[in-house]
């Protein structure tokens, strides 16, 4: 028994208390330290403030653009989780709609935000741009919590906001492209521009807002 108790048993409970130490307090403090002090504002969930210090909102977690002077930006399929009923970009019940390409219920949903996207500048009396809807503003992303839209989304909804707002349209594409983030390393992925600040950029110096 003494010999199982030293052979087994003690170094088991030495290296349990070491990797605890190790790997639940000294390598998560170091790496909260670190990325307070290199990336705070990204550590801190990259929220933006007014000049009242109110978070309106953070540039990872899209939100419900309802006024036309507004870029839209993706569906979401995120439902509260308490009622359980629809809630758009319900931040913490991250979830997506899981139909497949081929899935009759989705392409009966993209027809119907078409239909409604269209209605609503109609509504409005503005203009319904030309062309196909780009494909990211008529369906849900997997997280359902997308901040971010195509050009070609952003570019789409210029003749809307502009004729809302009483700006030319060459006006609003410049500021597209004055907050476009391009492809990752210059490779991989495809430019888009962030929503949230894409209309904060809209406001102009009135909005006001900062890092919190």
């Known amino acids: 028994m003494k010999t199982f108790l030293i052979k087994y048993l003690r170094p088991a409970v030495a290296l349990a208390i070491i990797l605890t130490i190790v790997t639940g307090f ?10 307070q002090v290199l990336f705070n504002h990204q550590a801190n969930g990259s929220l933006l403030c007014n000049a009242q210090g ?15 002077k507004y870029f839209h930006g993706r569906p979401s399929a995120t439902v509260n989780p308490v009622t359980e009923k629809p809630e758009p970009y319900a931040a913490d019940n991250s979830s997506a709609s899981n ?6 219920a989705l392409k009966q949903d993209v027809q119907q935000r078409i239909a409604a996207l269209q209605a609503e500048f109609k509504q409005e009396h503005l203009p319904v741009p030309a062309g196909s809807v780009p494909v990211d503003l008529v369906t849900a992303s ?11 989304a952003a570019m789409y909804q210029v003749p809307v906001v502009a004729a809302a707002r009483g700006m030319s349209q060459q006006a609003v594409m410049n500021l597209i492209t004055s ?3 391009g492809r990752f390393l210059g490779v991989f992925g495809e430019p888009y521009v962030n929503v949230l600040t894409l209309n904060l950029a809209l406001d102009g110096p009135s909005a006001n807002v900062h890092q919190c």
Do not use: C, K, M, R
């Open 26 to 35: 000294l390598y998560p403090g170091v790496v909260t330290v670190l990325a």
């Open 54 to 68: 109110q978070v309106v909102g953070s540039e990872l977690i899209g939100q419900y653009w309802t006024q036309l």
């Open 99 to 104: 139909l497949g390409p081929t899935n009759a």
């Open 142 to 152: 997997g997280s359902g919590l997308d901040p971010d839209i195509s050009i070609a």
């Open 179 to 181: 907050n476009e983030t």
